[in-house]
């Protein structure tokens, strides 16, 4: 049997497909990884998974994990700061108080309604070069450190938001930031 010409090039097309495919498959894996360990560097987790009691201490919720401030975890005031203790964090290593306010860790999850699901890779890229939420809304608060995470390649920025849109999706609401002006009142 003699495949005719188009049986060839439709066989030709499907190998080359199906292989192109295996080798973004591979390259979207070490992307990955790649985001994985910067995450890890950088202590995303850290400061974007809220704690709980563990056996031995406060531990990370990796159930919650990268989810941001647990939207029913309502604080109370915040301590008033003065002198050269000008900044805190509550237990749940997820809300933050300083000279600039209340800030809540946000939900990094891919969630398209409260996390970054429907952010592009441009939208995160953004953000962290210029320090404002979608590259363009409020200024992305302390003790967030997007200069130091700005500072990365884009290599390196595309890889930790492959990591990031590779996690599951949890819905959690993150409470908005509060300005200084309003959490004096």
């Known amino acids: 049997m003699n495949p005719s010409p188009q049986t060839l090039t439709a066989t030709l097309i499907t190998c080359v ?14 992307r990955v990884k790649r985001g994985a360990q910067l995450a890890a560097f950088g202590g995303c987790v850290d400061c974007h998974t809220p704690f709980k009691p ?32 000008n900044w805190g964090g509550s237990g749940s290593m997820t809300a933050f108080v300083g000279p600039w306010g209340i800030s809540y860790s946000t939900n990094l999850t891919p969630d398209r309604e409260t996390g970054i699901g429907a952010w592009s890779e441009k939208d995160f890229i953004q953000a962290m070069r210029k320090g ?22 884009d290599s390196d920025l595309r890889a930790l938001f492959a990591y990031l849109k590779a996690q599951p999706p949890l819905k959690n609401k993150v409470p908005e930031y509060v300005p200084p002006a309003t959490r004096e009142r």
């Open 17 to 30: 497909l199906v292989s192109g495919t295996a080798l973004a498959g591979e390259a979207d894996t070490a």
């Open 54 to 85: 563990g056996p031995n201490g406060p531990e990370k919720d990796m159930a919650r994990g990268l989810s941001g401030h647990p939207a029913e975890l309502a604080l109370p005031p915040p301590p008033r700061l003065d002198g050269p203790w």
């Open 132 to 153: 404002k939420h979608l590259g363009v809304g409020r200024p992305i608060m302390p003790p967030m450190p997007w200069q130091s995470v700005g500072s990365l390649p």
